[in-house]
């Protein structure tokens, strides 16, 4: 796929010009110096020419502009020993008879020469004139060969920000462009030919950009019913995950024009330059509509604003910021521009991006699971010439925790290893081969989980469902996973209700399905773990709402320590005494202890639930409420879902 080629400005001959000239210069102002050398002068001091003047060597003396003394030697002298280099230097190795021979400049010092020379004219047959020479034009020249050079630095340095040197495929005057969009696009000539097909699993997530897509191929059917189609949809995920895969894969199914930038190019240190980007690459979809924009890394520029702006480059993300959504707003939805962004931290975006008729919807590209690292393996073993018995679920099953790149990378990594061996197709060993490098490398960016740790984890969650299964009050459970996620390693997905007023046991039951995860690890393996730490916070804030919010505990009574305007500083002044903080704090530990107890003993009765339901865990990594009701039994509290609605 190539680039799209800027166009082509006037400037580009200027600034080339400026280069030739600067080039010619210095050619010029070298030949000079050779020139000098082949006539045989060469440069001498004022002392010496003294010396020269004193031995009756001297033969004529010539003062140029002033500033410049040319020497001619007298024929007898030439055959001296002290001028000798006089004929090394000279290319015919005969002196040049004529002259000049020498020559120096008048220094501030030497205001006696020409007195000198003057009596020195009287006595001997030395000649003694000035000169005028027209040769100005030099004087020109060096008067402003440092303007030239400053000129030309800067040139450099300006590319060089502009990040031309790396861009590739760009003429001579990047620093003109600066305000041009840098994004790459991706059109009919090189059309986009990844589809849904190249996507390997991420089914909810294809499902969502497939509206975008029918949209952009007949956008009349959405609006002629008065629909209003998402402007913008947001990618959420970590890096590798493939949202610039399904991005591309929009704009080929679509068959539209593809934008493709990253939010860092916005970002440069040139003022202005953001804002401008962002004009111009809104522009340019627009004369390609129907288009798509992907703009990767967007929190690079949508972070949320006003934290500090203390530093320059902060205002020039918040005027790139502020740009992108005056663009956003500016155009409606006719003008059938879709703008994809992708991140991998939603929790830093600015909350405007996130309103209405911007990126208002967000997608959740998660790190694949067994079978979707399946899947992912054989759209990349396609082009690769591999063993007929290669066991795909096998391969699946070694790389928990890898994302689609970085499969894409063992499948690549295998068959160059294959290769390395004179290999005539990819074989087992090749993957594992590979797998082991490749782990090699994340390991530093401490992404791998251990075989152990995933034990650990398995049972954690399968603790959070089993504890949360037998309690009443607890939200239903639809999912548990023991792929990574963010930053937690694991989860049990609850279908949350839309409750206003919350019961105490209500609480207590979600605290203690909180506490599961810990009580599991404990239970099964005798010892806790720290992969409990933000199931512990959540429970802790959990416990002081209970005890100084609402009022809900008996030995501190009605009485709220909550500020409903805001104001009330926590960390610095305490709304109580020294003596109720005591008070305080021992019945937030009675209350998470008592629920500790709890979800231990519901585990404690449903030991070989737990193991069976964890040994599941680890062979499937996602498991769905109907291996939780054929492992635990159907739920006791199931009418409560019922007569919810
Ligand atoms: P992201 O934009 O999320 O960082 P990319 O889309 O750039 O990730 O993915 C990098 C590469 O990883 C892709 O080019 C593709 O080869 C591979 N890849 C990632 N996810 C998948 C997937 N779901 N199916 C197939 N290949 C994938
Ligand atoms: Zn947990």
Not at 298 to 325: F, K, M, P, V, Y
Not at 456 to 466: D, K, P
């Amino acid at each position: 796929m190539t680039k799209k080629k800027p166009p082509k400005n006037k400037f580009t001959l200027k600034s080339n010009w400026i280069y030739a000239f600067i080039i010619g210069f210095i050619m010029l102002m070298f030949m000079m110096n050779i020139g000098e050398t082949i006539n045989g002068t060469q440069k001498t001091s004022i002392s010496q020419f003294y010396r020269f003047l004193e031995a009756g060597d001297v033969r004529e003396v010539v003062i140029v502009n002033d500033k410049n003394v040319r020497v001619s030697l007298t024929e007898r002298a030439l055959d001296k020993d002290i001028h000798k280099s006089l004929k090394e230097k000279t290319l015919l190795n005969t002196p040049n008879i004529k002259g000049p021979h020498y020559y120096f400049e008048i220094g501030r010092d030497n205001s006696n020469l020409e007195e000198r020379l003057r009596e020195a004219s009287k006595n001997d047959d030395i000649r003694f004139s000035y000169e005028t020479e027209e040769n100005r034009l030099m004087d020109i020249l060096i008067g402003i060969f440092p303007f030239i050079l400053i000129i030309a630095i800067w040139i450099f340095i300006a590319r060089r920000m502009s990040g031309g040197s790396g861009g590739g495929g760009i003429g001579g005057s990047q620093i003109f462009n600066i305000g041009k969009s840098k994004a790459k696009l991706f059109d009919k000539n090189d059309n986009v030919k990844i589809t849904f097909k190249d996507v390997a699993g991420l089914e909810g997530a294809k499902e969502e950009v497939e509206e975008i897509v029918n949209f952009l191929k007949n956008p009349s059917k959405y609006t002629t019913l008065g629909g209003k189609i998402p402007k913008g949809a947001l990618l959420v995920g970590v890096p590798g995950t493939g949202k610039t895969l399904l991005a591309k894969a929009v704009a080929g199914e679509a068959k539209v024009p593809f934008f493709s930038l990253s939010g860092s190019d916005f970002v440069e240190m040139f003022v202005g330059v953001g804002a401008s980007r962002v004009r111009d690459l809104f522009k340019q979809a627009k004369e390609k509509s129907p288009s798509i924009i992907f703009i990767d890394e967007i929190d690079a520029i949508g972070r949320a604003r006003g934290r500090s702006s203390i530093t320059n480059s902060n205002d020039e993300r918040e005027n790139t910021l502020n740009q992108l959504l005056t663009e956003m707003d500016g155009f409606d939805t006719n003008t059938n521009v879709i703008i994809i962004a992708a991140t991998n931290r939603v929790d830093v975006l600015d909350k405007a991006l996130m309103r209405a008729g911007r990126f208002d919807r967000q997608i959740f590209v998660d790190l694949p699971d067994l079978r979707e690292r399946e899947a992912i393996f054989k759209v990349h073993l396609k082009p690769i010439k591999h063993t007929k018995t290669l066991d795909v679920p096998f391969l699946a099953k070694q790389t928990p925790g890898f994302s689609g790149a970085d499969i894409a990378n063992i499948c690549n990594e295998a068959a160059l290893i294959a290769a390395r061996n004179d290999k005539k197709s990819v074989g087992k060993q090749d993957f594992l081969d590979a797998v082991d490098r490749i782990v090699g490398g994340l390991e530093k960016k401490n992404k791998i989980i251990t075989s152990e740790e995933k034990r650990t984890i398995a049972f954690h969650e399968a603790g959070h469902a089993t504890v949360s299964w037998f309690l009443e009050h607890a939200a239903p459970l639809v999912k548990v996973t023991i792929v990574p996620r963010g930053q937690s390693l694991g989860a049990a997905w609850y279908l949350p209700e839309e409750r206003q007023i919350v019961r105490t046991e209500q609480i207590l039951d979600e605290m203690c399905a909180a506490l599961g995860g810990r009580a599991a690890e404990e239970i099964t393996f005798k010892k806790i773990s720290t992969g409990a730490l933000s199931d512990l916070e959540k429970v802790t804030k959990q416990a002081r709402a209970i005890v100084t919010i609402y009022g809900l505990n008996e030995k501190i009574g009605n009485i709220t320590y909550y500020d409903s305007s805001g104001q009330q500083e926590y960390s610095f002044t305490k709304p109580y005494s020294e003596e109720t903080a005591q008070k305080i704090d021992k019945e937030i530990y009675q209350i998470i202890e008592a629920q500790y107890k709890r979800a231990m003993d519901i585990l404690n009765k449903n030991k070989t639930k737990l193991k069976k339901l964890a040994e599941r865990l680890l062979e499937k990594e996602v498991i769905f409420k109907e291996d939780l009701e054929e492992i635990l039994g159907k739920n006791p509290f199931e009418k409560k879902e019922s007569t919810k609605e």
